[in-house]
């Protein structure tokens, strides 16, 4: 069946096929690690690990790079203020390395949590300085870069079609039109492929213009070049890297080797907060952490992000979390139900089932299509085995954990203990004591409910 993905470089969907080994070779333009990553950072990221499960799912094999800016990202992406690393260590009294490190780690914690797979590559921008200098040197030669007192530009002047991926016609553009900082600069869109340090600043190398940093595009030029060759498959990020970020990017690989640097260019929409910007002034910036301390499996922002195809806006509400938490126990439960299910399902309907799924997830993600077919499966009448197996071949994809237990598995063991005492009250038919103790669960913060299938125990939230 083929794929198909929409490609923000030929704006339309387009058939999707490996250039070489049958692998997928996939840039995703990573964290710059001076602060928490939200939940619309993690938006991005879901909707870039449903895309590798998607290509798995259809038999290939991936390979994944990440990069993880620790220096070069400038307060404003138009090369102006201070380094973001910097601003943070200063803040926090702490050396860039050290911000690095801890924000690093929860990055990659908040992946784990939501089960996005690693990158099997994951490289920093202080570790590859040398080959950032190298394509630095490249573009000099070419005849695409030149320095200025203040540091190396790339001219875009020098392109045919700079403005390719974005839309941005250099011609319609006014001189100036953006502030100028350096007047040395030849055109507005000129931007920084190096920059000279001064005197006291932190973080700087030796390069052939002096002690020095780069500038923030020119890290995933390199390393993408470095692990995944020329030309990869698919390059993937959030909405608003593409005027800036990728479209310097694809000018910095055209002035170096002609080529553009992937066949496919994916981004993911933003998240929105109760239907506005998620902003530290608003006091709306959320955490995985806020919606775990809500009492919420992290999966179920997981869930809901598939309330909405990764390039349409998604728009965050707690009611739309407390939904989610709702229906991934539905999903769960329906799932137990179809293991335990002795009744006959025909082959065909089981295979209608996965080609819809299928057709779905292969139409550019579309995750809502696919999560319909998943409901129409757990509601099914029939109970069967065959389609509990089908809902764990989905998990594939939709990472889940569908076979995953009740949640009674990680209650506190005061409250599982309860739980027993609960269980052997109404074995020994002691309706009083099996009271008492609903009472005693409920006091502590525990729902009990008594269904034809057992005890069912809920956190009161
Ligand atoms: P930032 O830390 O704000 O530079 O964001 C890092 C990356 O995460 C951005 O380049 C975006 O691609 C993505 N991102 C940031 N905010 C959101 C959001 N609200 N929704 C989706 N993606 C986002
Ligand atoms: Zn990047």
Redesign the pocket.
């Known amino acids: 069946m083929d794929i198909k993905f929409y490609n923000t470089l030929t704006k339309q969907k387009e058939v999707f096929v490996p250039i070489s080994d049958n692998t997928a070779r996939i840039y995703s333009?990573g964290?710059?690690v001076?602060?928490n990553?939200?939940?619309?950072?993690?938006?991005?990221?879901i909707f870039q690990d449903v895309l590798k499960r998607v290509i798995k799912y259809n038999g290939y094999k991936i390979k994944h790079v990440m990069n993880i800016t620790d220096v070069g990202?400038l307060v404003s992406d138009a090369d102006e203020g201070e380094d973001?690393m910097l601003k943070s260590a200063r803040e926090e009294h702490k050396s860039p390395l050290e911000i690095a490190e801890y924000y690093t780690k929860l990055f990659f914690n908040d992946l784990e949590r939501l089960n996005i797979e690693m990158p099997d590559v994951v490289c920093k921008a202080t570790d590859h300085i040398k080959e950032m200098i190298e394509f630095v040197k490249e573009l000099l030669d070419n005849g695409y870069a030149y320095e200025t007192s203040t540091a190396i530009y790339f001219d875009v002047s020098k392109l045919d079609d700079y403005g390719i991926l974005s839309g941005i016609n250099l011609r319609d553009q006014k001189a100036g039109a953006r502030v100028e900082v350096d007047k040395e600069k030849k055109n507005p869109y000129d931007f920084a492929l190096w920059i000279k340090a001064p005197e006291n600043h932190l973080m700087k190398w030796d390069s052939p213009w002096g002690p020095s940093y780069p500038g923030w595009h020119i890290e995933c030029s390199a390393m993408g070049r470095k692990y995944l060759g020329e030309q990869f498959d698919i390059h993937t990020?959030?909405?608003?890297?593409i005027p800036t970020?990728h479209e310097n990017e694809i000018a910095q690989s055209k002035g170096a080797c002609g080529k553009i640097p992937a066949r496919f260019w994916m981004?993911?929409?933003?998240?929105?907060?109760n239907g506005g910007?998620?902003s530290k002034s608003l006091g709306n910036v959320y955490l995985l952490d806020d919606i775990i301390n809500r009492g919420y499996e992290p999966l179920t922002y997981r869930l809901f992000s598939y309330s909405s195809h990764y390039r349409n806006k998604?728009n965050f509400t707690w009611e739309g979390i407390e939904s989610a938490a709702k229906s991934l126990e539905r999903l769960r439960d329906g799932y137990r139900k179809h293991l335990s299910g002795n009744d006959d399902v025909d082959d065909d309907i089981v295979n209608n089932f996965e080609e819809k799924f299928h057709e779905a997830i292969n139409d550019d993600l579309n995750m809502p299509l696919a999560m319909g077919i998943v409901w129409e499966v757990v509601r099914y009448d029939k109970k069967s085995i065959k389609l509990a197996e089908l809902l764990k071949k989905f998990d594939i994809v939709l990472a889940l954990e569908v076979d995953k237990e009740k949640e009674e598995e990680n209650l506190p063991k005061e409250i599982l203990e309860l739980i027993e005492a609960r269980k052997k009250a109404r074995e020994e038919k002691n309706w009083a004591e099996s009271d008492r103790l609903r009472d005693e669960l409920q006091e502590k913060g525990y729902n009990v409910k008594d269904t034809k299938d057992g005890m069912n125990v809920e956190k009161i939230r």
């Open positions: 333009c964290p710059t001076y602060k990553a939200t939940i619309g950072n993690m938006r991005t990221n990202h973001k990020g959030g909405i608003d890297l970020h981004h993911g929409e933003y998240l929105l907060i910007k998620m998604l």
